[in-house]
């Protein structure tokens, strides 16, 4: 067995430390505080070879694996870089068009893509559905070989700013399909397509990209903008499922991270009574707990990654990094907090607006009971309620 990353994915997991010197922490919060993507990073990190990490190297990308876009997340995030439009565009978008998309889809979106100069988000949520993505009700009805699509989707990453959304809407009732996984279809739709409006939804969160309801009012759709197969949709879901969950929660070991070394920094520093406050076990066992739990988790996701990489059953180690990732993070940032005291709370150290952050991760894009769920059931046996 060998843990040792490659000189290659040791580059990419320090890409953030490189990127930060010109694009800091400071410069992710101001963007963040006002709702602003972080374009100027955004175009960096593409340019860098970053956005295309996911897309073979024929259309323009790095032609690598989930374990190296883990790296990256993770490694962004522990220099105060978490960017959500890289889990729903590089890794959920582009990865599937890469692994599902015909050679013309290829050709046509990912060296773009790649390259920085268009930008794609992913839309399953809807309003009456939430995590049961099953019951979504956004119907793309077929005439002839195309489709008129109508729907609405919520809470969805970066609409703004994107080129294209890859969509997911039924084709097929779901009283008239055989299995409950059947009906869905894939699409890719251009955001300036007639019939698309978007509103922004006004979130308390601390995060550069915003959020949208996404509305489809009969917005034509040809067999080009299918991906994969018509009613068979979900056979690309489940491959998405793992990605999202290895990269939330490497971005959540990431965050924990930067809160535990910006905890060690100010605590080394801080003299209240004799000596740095750091040197109170009351104050140290909470940032060693909380960094204990960061690196387990980030162990395990690495595996995920491996596992995923590899074609091989990643569902266990995805499910269990994402929780122990998430709860990992809130736990580093929340002694993070406490031992900055009052400081916590300032604009200056930031703190408190990163716990909004580490917090969503614990219920978005996938909830907690969700992956519990799985963890029980899928892999313990457990009897399912649902
Ligand atoms: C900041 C942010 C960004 C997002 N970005 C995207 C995006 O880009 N694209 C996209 O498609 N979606 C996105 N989402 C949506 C996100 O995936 C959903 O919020 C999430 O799936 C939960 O759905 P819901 O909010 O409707 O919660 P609900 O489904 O209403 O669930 C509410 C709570 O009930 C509990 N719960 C629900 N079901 C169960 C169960 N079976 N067992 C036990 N407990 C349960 C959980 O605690 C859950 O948190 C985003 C959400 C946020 C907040």
Redesign the pocket.
């Given at each position: 067995m060998d843990f040792a990353l490659s000189p290659e994915q040791q580059m990419i997991y320090d890409y953030g430390g490189k990127v930060a010197q010109s694009f800091d922490h400071k410069y992710w919060l101001e963007k963040a505080r006002k709702f602003e993507f972080p374009r100027e990073l955004w175009q960096q990190t593409a340019e860098d070879g970053f956005a295309g990490l996911m897309v073979a190297e024929e259309y323009g990308g790095g032609g690598l694996g989930l374990l190296e876009m883990a790296l990256l997340i993770e490694g962004m995030s522990n220099h105060g870089l978490p960017l959500?439009m890289y889990?729903?565009g590089p890794t959920?978008s582009l990865g599937h068009i890469n692994q599902h998309g015909t050679p013309e889809q290829k050709s046509r979106y990912l060296p773009d893509a790649a390259a920085g100069k268009t930008i794609f988000?992913?839309?399953?949520?809807?309003?009456n559905?939430?995590?049961?993505?099953m019951r979504i009700q956004s119907v793309a009805k077929a005439h002839g070989d195309r489709f008129k699509l109508n729907g609405s989707?919520?809470?969805?990453?970066?609409?703004d700013v994107s080129d294209y959304a890859v969509v997911?809407a039924r084709t097929t009732p779901h009283d008239q399909v055989s299995r409950k996984t059947d009906g869905f279809t894939v699409f890719i739709v251009d955001m300036k397509a007639k019939g698309v409006d978007f509103h922004a939804i006004d979130?308390s969160?601390v995060?550069p990209?915003q959020?949208f309801t996404l509305f489809f009012d009969d917005v034509d759709l040809g067999p080009d903008d299918v991906l994969g197969e018509v009613d068979k949709g979900f056979e690309i879901l489940f491959d998405l499922l793992n990605p999202e969950r290895v990269t939330i929660g490497a971005m959540a070991c990431g965050i924990g991270r930067f809160a535990i070394e910006k905890a060690v920094a100010y605590t080394s520093e801080r003299v209240v009574f004799n000596g740095p406050i750091g040197a109170y076990q009351g104050v140290q066992h909470p940032l060693a707990a909380a960094k204990t739990q960061v690196e387990l988790s980030s162990l395990m996701l690495r595996q995920a990654a491996w596992q995923f990489d590899r074609g091989e059953e990643a569902g266990p180690a995805a499910n269990m990094a994402k929780y122990a990732g998430a709860e990992a993070g809130i736990m580093a940032v929340e002694a993070a907090l406490q031992a900055h005291g009052g400081n916590g709370f300032t604009h200056e150290y930031g703190l408190y607006d990163l716990y909004s952050m580490a917090r969503?991760l614990?219920?978005?894009?996938?909830?907690?009971?969700?992956i519990?769920?799985y963890i029980g059931e899928k892999v313990m046996g457990m009897p399912r309620?649902?």
């Open positions: 959500l889990v729903v959920m988000c992913f839309a399953i949520t809807e309003p559905a939430g995590s049961n993505s989707k919520v809470f969805i990453t970066g609409v997911v979130m969160l995060n990209e959020q969503l614990r219920t978005a894009p996938i909830n907690r009971e969700l519990l769920n309620s649902y």
